[in-house]
């Protein structure tokens, strides 16, 4: 096969959907994962498969070899991580290897996945332009390591000539979300009628699974090198997102609201839980942080741009939903796997 095409990350969550998005449109794809990468997400696609690790320049090679757009869906997205070098390594490190070799492979675009994390907290809406980054502090070495890859991107557009272009995505939800993601997974326990409590007042940008992959096929496209485009469909309350996944499956909605510094107590407690056991605790200061702090989002450059058409966020939830309770009913025989790139919180 001659792939025009390649996806890095094709086994994760966008990175899957990516690569289903361009098969249906009859395109030829090669997708690069690792030899421990589950590929249930992937099984029923015709692609070529190149095996083998970020840092491995020749594996990079032959797999950008004849492609004319690379789409790069690796992201360690795990805030709660005591070690933050093991985020800096995915998330830094090893991108700017695959950096080196995409500056040299001729592409026509190289499509990175940033996150609305890289954007500044302001008053009102914020754009694409909207000044430099104001929260890196609060929002901790997952936060941190984001900034500094979508500036390393961009820098080898600048110093390199690489035709990168930075997309910073939401929330993403949806079906075929078999790790689940973080935020997936509150929606699962939500359609399954299992989660009693909400966050009382946190909030998020959202944009469903399949109107992100197209964001990104629609900037391999027509993308402006060197720009960011913002991939969110809406600004939501997490309440109304979990309402609506239990509504679709007719479960109990979430009755409890946790006050915010209740949260930020229980995020306390778990780091000293981190620390007794020496292993890692989702629940920490840093994550509570995250669920509150982003603010309103303008996307209206990706739909100027780009064609980017996004859906009502309602059809993306009512897909997690049942996609959640199917999967509890016929589990998968590799649902004892992760997928091999996790996404962003």
């Known amino acids: ?43 029923d696609l015709d692609v070529e498969y190149v095996v083998g690790d970020l840092e491995d320049r020749e594996a990079l090679r032959a797999a950008m070899a004849g492609c004319a757009v690379v789409y790069y869906c690796v992201v360690d997205a795990r805030p709660w991580l005591r070690d933050a070098d093991r985020l800096f390594h995915t998330n830094v ?3 700017r290897t695959v950096l080196d070799v995409a500056a040299d492979a001729g592409l026509a675009r190289f499509v990175f996945t940033s996150s609305v994390a890289t954007l500044p907290i302001g008053d009102g809406l914020v754009r694409e332009d909207s000044g430099p980054h104001n929260w890196a502090r609060r929002g901790g ?77 629609l900037a391999g496209e027509r993308g402006r090198p060197g720009e960011r485009y913002i991939v969110s469909a809406g600004y939501r ?48 200061r840093t994550t509570m942080r995250l669920i509150y702090i982003m603010t309103p989002l303008d996307h209206s450059k990706a739909e100027r741009e780009l064609g980017w058409e996004p859906r009502p966020i309602e059809a993306a939830i009512t897909e997690a939903a049942l996609f959640f309770t199917r999967r509890r009913e016929t589990p998968h025989p590799a649902d004892d796997l992760t997928i091999d790139e996790p996404e962003r919180p």
């Not at 001659?2 to 090669?30: K, N, P, Y």
């Not at 941190?144 to 820098?155: Q, W």
């Not at 079906?175 to 689940?180: I, N, S, W």
Request: hydrophobic share 45%; proline share 5%; net charge positive.
């Open 1 to 43: 096969m001659s792939a025009r095409h390649l996806v890095i990350g094709a086994s994760g969550f966008l990175g899957s959907h990516v690569t289903r998005l361009l098969v249906e449109q009859g395109e030829q794809v090669r997708v690069m994962v690792r030899a421990t990468s589950s590929r249930r997400a992937l099984d």
């Open 93 to 95: 490190r090893c991108l």
């Open 141 to 217: 070495a997952y936060v941190r390591s984001r900034i500094e890859a979508e500036d390393l991107v961009l820098g080898y557009f600048r110093d390199r000539g690489l035709p990168a272009v930075a997309m910073c995505v939401a929330n993403t939800y949806g079906d075929r979300d078999f790790l689940p993601t973080p935020h997936g997974g509150f929606v699962a326990a939500a359609a399954r009628g299992k989660l009693p409590f909400y966050m009382r007042g946190a909030a998020a940008e959202v944009v469903g699974i399949r109107d992100a992959a197209q964001a990104l096929v």
């Open 237 to 284: 309350s997490v309440r109304e997102l979990l309402d609506l996944a239990a509504s679709v499956t007719g479960a109990a909605p979430p009755r409890h609201g946790i006050p915010r510094p209740v949260a930020a107590a229980a995020g306390l407690l778990g780091e000293l839980v981190a620390r007794v056991t020496g292993k890692d605790v989702r629940i920490t």
